[in-house]
């Protein structure tokens, strides 16, 4: 938990921050976001100590951050920032192995950290050996993010990390990072000036302006609530849409209207099953209940002796446990599908998410909402 | 300048029979048999006098430029010195050491000549390792103290590893410099291959002025092409793989 408390910082005559008092659950994700020259940034430098307030305090878990030499405390917070900073004459294994290294872990326990890091952010063993020079600017960020991840900070400090990326590895980065959160649980602070990303990622958002705090609550009271004119404009025109897109795939996939099959089932078995139960489609499972394949009836295709055929696919179109529902939207547009099954980040199916739930949600985001 | 004319044929010294219609490939010929061991020696004496110098130009500037590349106006006014050294023709500078180093009886030799080659190349070392160290990427830095590395850990394992690339070039540009100005270095009793010039000269024996020039450009463009290797040699591995 990070508390600040009363913290003001003056550049010049300027109050770059005025009296911000804000308070972050351990464990979540705060969006701090605002227009350029609002303080966010320098609010998020605070907590490591980049950036020294002229009043206030902070305190993380209850101690104040000041009672610590800020070398200390900055090897116990994760940072991660847009210009990545990988240290480009360390292989991938060396830059990760930076912090583990300092705080003098043995060998062994540090490469099987750095491994279990690199798999985190979902790149394999032999980008290890790999120097920053040679990889993307998508997997540098990775590289980035599992450096801080490394020696296990309660805190981790993100500093519009995903703004030098291109779009479309941005949603990739996004994503995974919602992914990796699930599973590490870190207190986070997030520096965005992008509202759909303040939106996609937050538990909580802090809107600042001219150092000051506007509004700070969840996403989705902002989004129903918001608190004035400012916030309003910086929410935009389609807030409806914006809602949506904080709800994800796994809370409206469910386990009904398919059936599952192995991979070496008869096509004529799975075809009798369908029609017993009126359905459509199979998926192919393999043993570890990975996503191989599908089978479906196709009834746009001319009738085979009085039946419908049933056609084999091995690379279905598919969506993840938390691909937003304005992205699974235009995916079922984009491919014609009305359902999409929905697997997790092993590939695992976890149910299927049908279009019709979609609309039901967007009918119930344009009545009032309860808070 | 009337070309004497001496015996000949005796060892260490030489003379131009008709220098009028001199044809300098014979000559060369003649002065490479008659001379080899002076040339091996005279060689050898100007790599030492360059052995000598450059260590002690690299153990003075790096730390000169490592000091100063956290203090901006400290560096400039030490760059600023530099320049002006460098600035003094090479003739002078090794006039001012034999004057300066002569009350301490060591105004001849090795001494006032490794000085003036250590204070001419004072400037392309610090002056680069100064740049170096301060074209650092900001995202480096910012990273690096970020996740909680000290001052000097950061300089040690991240700042200067990144400018060895930048740094050794200075030391190139020194060395071949170095080289060079040591051509002067006879004219302080030091020898090197500058004898072969500069008596070349006086005796207006253009052979033995060509052998001493092409060795003094041989050598530095050997010792160049040497520390381009160890430049590479010694740039971190990161810094030197390209994106595949």
């Known amino acids: ?371 | 300048m009337v070309p004497r004319h001496h015996d000949g044929g005796t060892r260490g010294s030489f003379s131009i029979p008709k220098p009028r219609e001199a044809i300098p490939i014979d000559n060369i010929l003649l002065f490479l048999k008659y001379y080899n061991d002076r040339i091996l020696y005279e060689f050898l004496q100007h790599l030492k006098i360059i052995a000598i110098s450059i260590p002690i130009s690299i153990l003075v500037s790096v730390p000169i430029g490592i000091y100063i590349s956290s203090r901006p106006r400290i560096a400039k006014i030490v760059i600023y010195i530099a320049g002006i050294l460098m600035t003094i023709p090479s003739l002078a500078l090794f006039g001012i050491m034999v004057v300066a180093f002569a009350p301490w009886g060591m105004g001849l030799g090795l001494v006032p000549a490794v000085t003036a080659i250590t204070v001419y190349s004072l400037l392309p070392i610090t002056r680069n390792t100064y740049t170096a160290l301060n074209s650092v990427s900001e995202g480096v830095l910012e990273a690096a103290k970020g996740m909680g590395l000290s001052k000097r850990q950061t300089l040690w394992k991240i700042k200067i590893p990144l400018s060895i690339p930048v740094i050794m070039a200075g030391v190139r540009t020194s060395v071949v410099l170095g080289v060079s100005v040591a051509t002067f270095a006879t004219l302080v009793g030091a020898g090197g291959l500058g004898f072969f010039i500069f008596s070349g000269i006086s005796r207006a024996n253009f052979a033995m002025v060509l052998v001493g020039a092409i060795l003094v450009s041989a050598l530095g463009i050997g010792i160049n092409w040497f520390f381009m290797r160890l430049e590479v040699w010694l740039t971190p591995r990161g810094l030197r793989v390209d994106r595949e």
């Not at chain 1, 994503?175 to 990303?197: A, G, M, P, R």
């Not at chain 1, 949506?244 to 008869?266: F, Q, R």
């Not at chain 1, 043993?287 to 002796?305: F, H, M, N, P, Q």
Request: with cysteine; charged share 30%; glycine share 6%.
């Open chain 1, 1 to 371: 938990m990070i508390e600040y408390k009363n913290i003001t910082k003056r550049f010049g005559e300027k109050a770059a921050v005025d009296n911000l008092t804000l308070s972050l659950e351990k464990g979540t994700i705060t969006m701090l976001i605002g227009p350029s020259g609002c303080g966010k940034t320098t609010s998020l430098k605070m907590v490591n100590r980049l950036v020294d307030p002229d009043e206030g305090d902070i305190l993380i878990n209850g101690d104040s951050i000041f009672d610590l030499d800020p070398v200390t405390l900055r090897r116990d917070i994760g940072y991660v920032i847009q210009e990545i900073g990988l240290f480009p004459h360390y292989s991938v294994f060396d830059n990760i192995a930076t912090l583990p290294r300092l705080h003098k872990w043995d060998e062994k326990k540090i490469k099987d950290r750095v491994y279990e890091v690199l798999d985190m952010v979902t790149l394999d063993e032999t980008y290890a050996d790999k120097y920053p020079r040679q990889l993307s600017g998508g997997e540098r960020q990775r590289v980035g993010l599992a450096r801080a991840l490394a020696a296990d900070p309660e805190v981790l400090l993100m500093d519009e990390p995903f703004g030098a990326i291109d779009p479309i590895n941005r949603l990739i980065l996004q994503q995974s990072f919602l992914e990796i959160q699930e599973e590490i649980k870190k207190t986070i602070v997030f520096v965005t000036h992008d509202i759909n990303e303040a939106i996609q990622l937050g538990d909580k958002i802090a809107i600042m302006n001219q150092g000051s705090l506007v509004q700070f609550d969840t996403v989705s009271e902002i989004l129903a609530n918001p608190e004035n004119e400012f916030v309003e404009n910086l929410l935009g025109q389609d807030r409806n849409l914006k809602a949506l897109s904080l709800k994800k795939a796994k809370d409206y996939a469910v386990k009904e209207g398919y059936i599952t099959v192995t991979d070496g089932t008869e096509k004529e078995e799975i075809r009798k099953e369908l029609e017993d139960k009126d359905l459509i489609v199979a998926y192919i499972l393999d043993s570890r209940d990975r996503l191989k394949g599908r089978y479906y009836i196709d009834k746009s295709a001319r009738k085979v002796e009085g039946r419908y055929p049933i056609v084999r696919e091995t690379k279905p179109y598919r969506v993840t446990r938390n691909t937003s529902l304005t992205e699974t939207l235009s995916r079922m547009l984009e491919h014609g599908e009305k359902k999409l099954p929905v697997v997790t980040r092993e590939d695992r199916l976890t149910g299927v998410i049908d279009l019709d739930a979609i609309f039901e949600e967007v009918e119930q985001a344009g009545a009032p909402k309860e808070a």
